[in-house]
């Protein structure tokens, strides 16, 4: 599907111009037992550092909002991610849809990717893996694995801070829920604190191939669909 960058929206077939929101050919949000919607438009985009999952500034915050991302109109983030992460981020016009999708119990696995200050052993992994408790939370068994070799990402704008004496490693964390902050909150606890995260992947669905800032509409279906 073609990536925006910003600018006017066009409509992608006639079944989805004109008056009202008739439904969109060949576009069905379902999952295998029933349907989700019918006539949603469904958005892949790739969050740059910086900005907030939301379109209103925060009083006296430095952070940029998905206004400069030029989105269609009327879509909404569903789920959020942090101004400090960068990484696949989802919207849709039926705003509904985000408990359907990101409900923990829909079982959509979100694999991050994150840059650690240090080398994990392979119990820190397993640590990782079997779940940690933050915040007088236990968090949920994932999936946890180094990164070789590390992914080819652009340079962030302002780049991580580097201290010579100590390596970094990328890892990959997959999860099925998402607390605040609790990648940064588990490597922390297993002594590793995240340098750079990146949501990489919801379900079928990755950002490869997005630049920073930039968007694509997707099909629901690539949720439920292994990549």
């Not at 066009?10 to 009202?20: D, P």
């Not at 069905?28 to 740059?48: I, N, Q, R």
């Not at 392979?122 to 893996?129: F, G, I, N, R």
């Not at 970094?168 to 297993?190: C, F, H, P, S």
């Amino acid at each position: 599907m073609t990536a925006h960058s910003g600018g006017r929206w066009k409509v992608k077939n006639e079944a989805s111009a004109g008056a009202g929101r008739g439904p969109r050919a060949g576009f069905v949000l379902s999952t295998e037992d029933e349907p989700l919607s019918t006539g949603a438009m469904l958005l892949a985009l790739h969050k740059p550092y910086g900005v907030l999952s939301q379109f209103t500034p925060e009083p006296g915050s430095k952070w940029r909002t998905l206004a400069d991302c030029r989105l269609p109109r009327s879509v909404y983030p569903l789920g959020r991610l942090d101004a400090d992460s960068e990484g696949l981020l989802l919207l849709s016009d039926e705003p509904g849809l985000s408990t359907r999708l990101l409900d923990p119990e829909a079982g959509h696995a979100r694999e991050y990717w994150v840059q650690v200050e240090g080398v994990p052993s392979d119990d820190a992994l397993q640590q990782l893996a079997r779940g940690v408790t933050i915040a007088g939370y236990a968090t949920r068994p994932c999936r946890a694995w180094r990164l070789e070799p590390a992914p080819t990402l652009p340079p962030r704008v302002p780049p991580i801070r580097v201290r010579q004496s100590i390596p970094d490693t990328w890892i990959a964390i997959e999860l099925t829920e998402g607390k605040n902050r609790q990648v940064r909150r588990m490597t922390a606890k297993v002594g590793f604190p995240t340098l750079r995260l990146v949501r990489a992947k919801i379900g079928g669905v990755a950002v490869e191939g997005l630049a920073p800032g930039a968007w694509r509409e997707i099909e629901a279906a690539a949720l439920w669909t292994e990549s």
